[in-house]
Structures are given as C-alpha cells and as structure tokens.
C-alpha cells in the first residue's frame, strides 16, 4: 500500500517548514540557546503544521533526529479528542512524576487540547502551575478561545498562520516533480486556491489528482474533480448581472445545481474570479461581500439568486446617481423630441437622478383652470395619483407579520421584542442577543412562508443578534464610544 503524499512529504525539520517563518526563527534561536519553555501552545487554521512542528520541536529539545513516524518513549502524544476525562489528565500528572528514560526532557504533545472538559483543565492547571523540573508541554488546538484563560496565562502562545496561495504553488510544484506527476502550473494554482490555505489539504488533492489521467494533468480535469462550475456559467452570471436579467440570473443558478455544483460552491468560484477583476472593476466590491453571506444562509440557492439580482439593480441606481448633473440640460434632453405645444413646459423631478428621461408635465393658466370648458381635454392632463392600495416599497406589515405568527414558533415572544429595518428587499430582524438570534433562527423557514402569505414574495429574511441601530447618526457616533447599547424612548407623562 503506498503512502500518502502528505504523510510522505512532512517536514523532518524546523528549516523544512513553509510558511511559518515567524515562528519558527523564535523557536530555532531558544533551542539553540537553550532557553526551553516548560509549556507551549500552538494554534491555527487546520493543516498550517501544528502538529509536525510539535514533534520537530519534541524531538529538538531532546536532540534527537526525528524520523518521520518514529516513536520515542520519552516523546508522547495524546489526543485530546479521545482522552479528556479528569481521570486521563489525573493519569496524565502521576505519570510526569516519573524522570525520563533516556532524554533529557519527558514532553507530552496534547493535540486539540480545547476538547478537554472543565475538570481536565483544572487537573492540568496545577501542573502547569508547578510542573516538574523535566517535563515540557506542547498543547495544539484550532480553537484557542475555548481554552481557559488561566491555562493560557501559563504557556508560550504561537499563532500559526493560513498558507499563502503561492507558498502552497511552489510546495505542490516541488512534490509533483519529485513524483513525476505531469500537472500544468494552472492546475496546481487552483488546486493551491481550494486548499483553504493548508498544506496537508493541497497535498491530499494533489495526491486525488494523480489519478485522474496518464497524460497530463490539466485546469479543466481539476475542476472536473473539485465538482466546480465551468467559467463560461461564472462569466454568463455576470453578465446576466450588469444586464438585470433576472430569469437569466434564475436559469443559470438552476443549470450549475442540476449539474452537481451547489450554490455556495458556486458563490466561492465567484468569489475567486471578482477579486482577480476587482481593480479594473471596483463596483464590484459590494458583490463580494453579499457573495460571502450565500454559504452560511439556511438557502443558498435563493440567497445567491437574492444577492445577483438585488446587487444589480442597486449598481443600475448607482451608476445613474454619479452621472454629473451638467450632463442632462433641457436643450440637450429635447434635442431628439419635437417642438411641444405652448402649453407645455419640460422640467426634471428633484426626486430622480439626472439621468433620468425627462417628462412633460402640463402648465395650465389661470384662465383654464377649472373654467375654460371649451378647450382641448388633452391639453390639461390630470396629475397621475398613486393607487391607495398600493403599499410603499419601505413599509412592511410587521404587526400583521407577528399576529399571524402568534402559536406558530416557539421564539413568538423573542419575535415581538425583536425591531427591524425593511428596505424594500431585505426584511432585517434585530434579535438583542444571540440566544434569540439562535432560536428565531429554527423558524426562518416559517417566517419566510409567513412574509410571503402576506404579498412578500421575493423578501430575504436575515436575522441579526444585535440591536437595531440608532437612526440618529450623532447617537450612533455616542452608542460606539459607550462601547455599544440600544436606543429607548421614554413617554412623558
């Protein structure tokens, strides 16, 4: 059975380590001193080298070569996943009791030391605290903010950071030469992108596409076997966009999720192909922070087709809002129109942009109005009055919204102390905490059923774990330097 690439390509040293060079130059200059710590902890993102480094720097310590998976009885791990009872950690101390066998330090390497319980940590603390002459702790996790703040008062902390995309190139292209796996550059790029900055999740795809064919190993056959949306959907997407095509919009999202791409793959692929055009495109910068939203919604499929659409109707307004108002004069504007009748003037609305197509509006005199029945009807049009059926865009039926939900969910009171903003699209409900975030969240499908008996078809439910914002910007700018806070009003009496 041949080995894993990723297994096979570890590091054997503190120089053999990429990416990392923050720390590991702290680490070589104390070993090589001699200043040895009695208690490290190394955190990050997955696959950055926690682990290999933990037992290059065990084994460093004790100046013992490190061979791969070799054991040493004096080096020994324990993962904490598996053994994070008191009892383990109580086991744990009797045993740091004992003089090591034959190095000069007994090190004890705990991987994911955040899944200890409560009582485990307090057991460990008091070795932390006092720990024998010739023990040393290495602790690793992904998850430092869950370990105690008395267990990290008492180690060396090591931020471990994401590996950049073209460290992860160069390791990979090393590798596949070393393997002789025939991989075009672009190919490996794009392995590197998907790796989420982990050397150990790049490798195991590097080691996924070997198979995929004898010959060479192109950009195409990687998407293929990441299950990724071919460009031409990207680029149509886009487009479909910048034109407002809506059903367009609808028609692709559809043919991506019959294909097998999902819709947060497909808004990570987005993500991908706007920051590579973001400078000669800066309008699209908005798109790419909605875009980040679609993998954490409860639907990314109606989330990603809310976000393209909403998106390119707000850029259609934005463009047309900085548009200078030089641009559009009345001698411009009427120059492809006839002569109008006397009794009509042209004038623009101060409520529309410049850009917008001027209108005629009729100038009655006082001698016409209401008196001169003989004249043209259509040389006096009627102003044109709003429907007062017709709701305006801003306003939403909150009160209504909650009665019909009143026994539906079980965060009912949770809803009616929420506030909320509607802005037409987006109906945002402020939860005040996020316990009530967390349970009003179980009912979004509710919600969104609900707002949709009530004529909100396309609404887009997001619910938030603050308060609403203050309206006011000066009780905004106050709220920030009380280090936050929500607005009340209090009847006078």
Known sequence: M??????????????????????????????ARSVIAHAYLLTGPRGV??????????????????????????????????????????DLRKKAQIAPVSAAKKIYIIDEVHMLSKSAFNALLKTLEEPPEH???????????????????????FNF????????????????KS??????????????????GSFRDSISLLDQARSLSDQTIDYDMVAGMLGLADEAILSKLLEARQTKDVAKIARLIDQAEQSGVPADILADQLIQMIRQQVVSSPTLVPLLDELLEVR?????????????????????????????????????????????????????????????????????????????TGSNPSSILPPKEESPH??????????????????????????????????????QIFAGRKFAKTQLDKSLPILTQTAQSLGFNDIDITI??????????????????????EEITIDAE
């Open 390 to 427: 017709t709701p305006p865009i801003h306003e939403f039926p909150w009160q209504k919204f909650t009665d019909a939900l009143n026994g539906k969910i079980g965060a009912y009171t949770m809803l009616v102390r929420a506030d909320y903003i509607f802005d037409g699209a987006t109906l």
């Open 464 to 485: 938030l774990p603050s308060a609403k914002p203050p309206q006011d910007s000066q009780k905004a700018a106050i709220l920030a330097m009380m280090g936050g806070g």
């Open 161 to 176: 950071r994401s590996i950049s995309v073209g460290d992860i190139v160069h390791h990979l292209t090393t590798i596949a």
């Open 296 to 372: 954490h919604a409860t639907w990314p499929q109606v989330k990603l087709l809310t976000v393209l659409s909403r998106q390119a109707s707000t850029e259609s307004s934005e463009q047309s809002n900085a548009l200078p108002q030089e641009d559009v004069s009345p001698t411009t504007a009427t120059s492809h129109v006839e002569s109008p009748p006397a009794e009509y003037h042209y004038h623009t609305s101060s409520d529309l942009d410049q850009s917008t197509e001027i209108e005629k509006i009729p100038t009655p005199t006082p001698n016409t109005q209401n008196t001169n």
């Open 135 to 157: 023990v040393v702790f290495i602790l690793a996790t992904t998850d430092a903010d869950k370990l105690p703040a008395t267990i990290l008062s008492r180690v060396q902390r």
């Open 49 to 90: 080298g926690k682990t290999s480094i933990a037992r290059i720097l065990a084994h460093e310590i004790n100046h013992i070569p490190y061979i791969g998976e070799s054991t040493h009885l004096d080096i020994i791990e324990i993962d904490a996943a598996s053994n994070n009872s008191v009892e383990d950690i109580r």
């Open 2 to 31: 041949s080995q894993a690439l990723y297994r096979k390509y570890r590091s054997k040293s503190l120089d053999e380590i990429v990416g990392q060079p923050h720390i590991t130059t702290i680490l070589k200059r104390a070993i």
């Open 179 to 196: 393997e002789q796996i025939d991989i075009t550059p672009e190919a490996l790029t794009l392995i590197a992108q998907h790796g989420d």
